[in-house]
């Protein structure tokens, strides 16, 4: 899911997952990423059969440093001429997907510092089939935006806070058609998932062997059930579930 020249530390959490992660019935998969070299330039580029990436970090005026990440998959551009010339180009099969993410942090002061992190990826896939003049199209996409902004303070040796608002975004989309000499049919479908909110996650260490958590959030959620569409030489027709759906979300934890 995301570049591992980005990753620092994953943790994943299939059973008595902690109150802070909201209702997550399954399991969670925490990923933090690098917070940057704050001392040196460095960067690093993989080139491979499957895919390529790259990552560059830096500091940012000795008070903080940045991460850039990137990959891109060469699936597609392998199978493209290879499915031309074992069928004929009668058939096309093509899968890649691409991720980008970045992260930066700044020192306000010895207690307060500043993260601003931002996510997004695209998978896609496509199938082709061509036969007697007819041809047959599958493409399937989907992929996730996240941002978020966190300022981090310390409140006392023994106790600090987070702060957070965020933002994540999920889209799909399927597209099919089937074109004969004379007709043409295709079937089109959407839906998406949006969240917007802030969170106050607070921490206090009053032992060296105990630590208590608490906090709250809210967060404010779109939901787009699957719209499709039908196209036909009979008749166009574009059937809506229901509208957007939104809800709130206020949730506290200790």
Known sequence: VFNPDAVQKVDLLKSSIPAQYGGRLSSVLDIQLKEGNRKKKEGSFTLAPLASSFAYEAPIKKKGAFIIAARRSWLDLLMTP???????????????FYDLSAKANWVLDKKNRIYTSFYTNRDKFSMTWREDGDVVKINFKWGNELAIFRWNRIVSPKVFSNLSAFYSNYQYKRNASYQTPSDFYAQNASSNIRELG?????????????????????????????????????????????????????????
């Open 82 to 96: 290879i499915m031309a010339a074992t069928t004929d180009g009668e058939e096309h099969f093509g899968y890649n």
């Open 198 to 254: 802030v969170k106050w996650d607070w921490e206090a260490n009053p032992h060296w062997k105990d630590q208590i958590s608490w906090g709250m959030k809210a967060s404010s959620l779109g939901f787009n059930p699957e719209i499709t569409e039908f196209i036909s030489p009979e008749a166009d027709t574009t059937h809506v579930p229901t509208p957007t759906i939104h809800s709130w979300l206020l949730a506290g934890y200790v």
